[in-house]
């Protein structure tokens, strides 16, 4: 029966999984344990719920909603309408993802029960070294090495979405970028939030690229309520359109690809070669049951098993029950990313090259003993030694903005959840073929070793992914059925982002706008980061009275969005969200 709540093509996926949902309760339904107590909860038969259906579309802007919507209406599939929602995404949202980076996605597939993960990470170059980030004996300065060719992966996103559209596709590729070719040619209204970005006063939107791009024929810097045409990217989505995603990765757009990267100051590696060789991966779903739902999200380099971690842990710590108004709760799951943290940081990478103890890690013993560290906290966490966990040197990885989520159901009930990004705002700064280049290649550490010599599990090395944050999520019932589906950007601070809302959806039992409007809290190291105008005095002072005394978040804000199937006063219904810090928005319906 476990084939009918996830396909994994991984032996590790299989084993984590097999951990994760054992046995069958006979007739009735699947048997889990009680986080708190380990006594045996048997799934009820299911209830009477209909299928779960679309059309559901939540994203980062109404443009990009609006193109996936209308491939639904076509009769087109989830994945379908995610590769429009990604095409248009990439030309309104340049600042946060585009061709030229990288995602995953997870699938669930309505006729099989099915779920599964596509991994579009970028790969850096055959010619990169653990010192590719040195100069002079010496790591980069973080913009310099942001704003050089160094920093820029094979592109992975539209290999990928290639991938998961033969598999799960119902229309022709051809007929899935009509909106972002007649945006790109036509032109669109820059967004009060894009038009910020491009105020920006240096780094990357003052790249000599962003500037030509983003000056007007009068000289006079684009500004919210501009027209933005771009014949560049409207010509590559064409090509994309008429020739298959292969014509990404051979040809113009990879030429234009490797001599932009090529180009001073610190010109990179990349070749032609390197981006024709890139691969996407199909990595299966890694899922855990949570309370009475099961939460799936894509195996390392992505970061979810951090996110399973500390929900497992959660369902220990029984201060968390005390729900949003409770400063209690807040400081518990403040102590419980601190933890969580400490663990991503040490132990995952990339699977090709380090191992990942993912099954060390969400280990019950380990999770409780983690968990019970969580109410004596009183500094940074230390990382914990997991059952086959090889203790690597922590590591110096930083994680900028530049990142976008969205959902899409389509009738049939198939979903997509995907995290999408081109690592730092405009990515580094460079464009090739109407869309700016991702700067993954500084997800890595720039240190590759300790001072006392031990390796860093996110090192660089050629042909790997860097560790990555990004953690879509799907959400099912006990029985396999999809339930939900949420997701944020926000580097390194996603973790907490996604923990919280999954937090307050199903724990809390918030409406899932209301959950993503939060506060948003973020523990890492010694240091609490936090939307400090959300959280009200009395919960100030309340988390305060525990030493948790929060300040601006420094990191990139959240991005939420998603949905939960619910039963609401005229029915069951999509109950979505988008989060108020960003433009986006949900439809639902015809």
């Known amino acids: 029966m476990i084939s009918s709540v996830s396909r994994l093509f991984t032996p590790l996926a299989v084993a984590v999984l097999s951990l994760a949902l054992?046995?069958?309760?006979?007739?009735?339904?699947?048997?889990?344990?009680?986080?708190?107590?380990?006594?045996?909860?048997?799934?009820?038969?299911?209830?009477?719920?209909?299928?779960?259906?679309?059309?559901?579309?939540?994203?980062?802007?109404?443009?990009?909603?609006?193109?996936?919507?209308?491939?639904?209406?076509?009769?087109?599939?989830?994945?379908?309408?995610?590769?429009?929602?990604?095409?248009?995404?990439?030309l309104v949202e340049p600042q946060s993802s585009g061709l030229g980076g990288g995602a995953f996605m997870m699938v669930f597939d309505a006729a099989t029960g099915e779920v599964t993960s596509y991994d579009g990470r970028e790969i850096a170059p055959a010619a990169a070294t653990p010192e590719l980030f040195y100069e002079n004996g010496q790591p980069l300065n973080f913009m310099d090495a942001v704003l050089s060719g160094r920093s820029t992966g094979a592109p992975g996103v539209v290999?990928?979405?290639?991938?998961?559209?033969?598999?799960?596709?119902?229309?022709?590729?051809?007929?899935?970028?009509?909106?972002?070719?007649?945006?790109?040619?036509?032109?669109?209204?820059?967004?009060?939030?894009?038009?910020?970005?491009?105020?920006?006063?240096?780094?990357?939107?003052?790249?000599?690229?962003?500037?030509?791009?983003?000056?007007?024929?009068?000289?006079?810097?684009?500004?919210?309520?501009?027209?933005?045409?771009?014949?560049?990217?409207?010509?590559?989505?064409?090509?994309?359109?008429?020739?298959?995603?292969?014509?990404?990765?051979?040809?113009?757009?990879?030429?234009?690809?490797?001599?932009?990267?090529a180009e001073g100051p610190r010109p990179g590696a990349l070749t032609t070669t390197d981006i024709a060789a890139y691969e996407p991966i199909e990595r299966g779903a890694l899922c855990r049951p949570y309370r009475v739902y099961v939460v799936c999200v894509p195996p390392p380099p992505s970061s979810g098993v951090a996110i399973l971690q500390l929900l497992a842990m959660a369902e220990r710590t029984p201060a968390i029950d005390g729900g949003p108004d409770d400063a209690e709760a807040w400081v518990a799951f403040a102590q419980l990313q601190r933890l969580m943290y400490a663990d991503r940081d040490r132990y995952v990478g990339d699977p090709a090259f380090v191992g990942v103890p993912v099954q060390g890690l969400l280990d019950e013993d380990y999770v409780a003993g983690r968990a019970s560290l969580s109410a004596g906290l009183t500094g940074a966490a230390q990382a914990g030694t997991p059952p086959g966990g090889v203790f690597a040197g922590p590591d110096a990885t930083r994680e900028p903005a530049g990142t976008s989520h969205f959902v899409v159901v389509d009738a049939a009930g198939n979903a997509v959840s995907m995290t999408t990004t081109v690592e730092s705002i405009f990515g580094s700064g460079r464009m090739a073929a109407g869309f700016f280049l991702n700067n993954q290649l500084t997800d890595f550490s720039f240190e590759p070793l300790r001072a006392d010599g031990q390796p860093a599990a996110n090192a660089v090395a050629a042909g790997k992914r860097p560790r990555s944050s990004m953690s879509p999520v799907i959400i099912l019932d006990q029985h396999g059925r999809l339930v939900g589906a949420l997701g944020s950007p926000g580097g390194s601070s996603i973790l907490a982002y996604n923990a919280k809302a999954l937090i307050a959806v199903l724990d809390w039992g918030l409406p899932m706008q209301t959950a993503f409007d939060l506060p948003n809290l973020v523990a890492k190291g010694d240091g609490f980061g936090a939307d400090t105008e959300r959280f009200s005095p009395v919960l100030r002072e309340g988390m305060a009275a525990d030493g948790i005394v929060i300040r601006p978040n420094a990191s990139e804000n959240s991005g939420l969005h998603g949905g939960v199937w619910r039963r609401g006063a005229t029915g069951w219904r999509?109950?979505?969200?988008?989060?108020?810090?960003?433009?986006?928005?949900?439809?639902?319906?015809?």
Request: net charge neutral; with cysteine; charged share 20%.
């Open 22 to 90: 054992s046995a069958c309760a006979g007739e009735g339904g699947r048997a889990f344990q009680d986080g708190r107590t380990g006594a045996p909860v048997t799934a009820a038969p299911p209830p009477v719920m209909p299928q779960a259906r679309g059309p559901f579309v939540a994203a980062a802007n109404p443009l990009a909603v609006e193109a996936g919507m209308k491939i639904l209406r076509e009769g087109g599939s989830a994945v379908d309408a995610a590769v429009a929602v990604q095409a248009v995404l990439g």
């Open 159 to 261: 290999a990928m979405l290639g991938q998961a559209q033969g598999e799960h596709g119902a229309l022709p590729w051809s007929a899935l970028f009509g909106d972002a070719e007649r945006l790109a040619r036509d032109g669109f209204v820059v967004s009060p939030r894009l038009a910020g970005m491009i105020a920006q006063p240096r780094g990357q939107a003052r790249s000599r690229w962003a500037n030509a791009y983003f000056t007007g024929a009068d000289g006079r810097r684009l500004v919210a309520g501009d027209v933005l045409k771009n014949p560049a990217y409207a010509r590559t989505v064409a090509e994309l359109a008429a020739g298959g995603p292969e014509v990404f990765q051979r040809g113009r757009i990879a030429d234009e690809i490797a001599a932009t990267v």
């Open 574 to 590: 999509w109950d979505g969200g988008a989060d108020d810090r960003r433009e986006g928005v949900v439809r639902t319906g015809p």
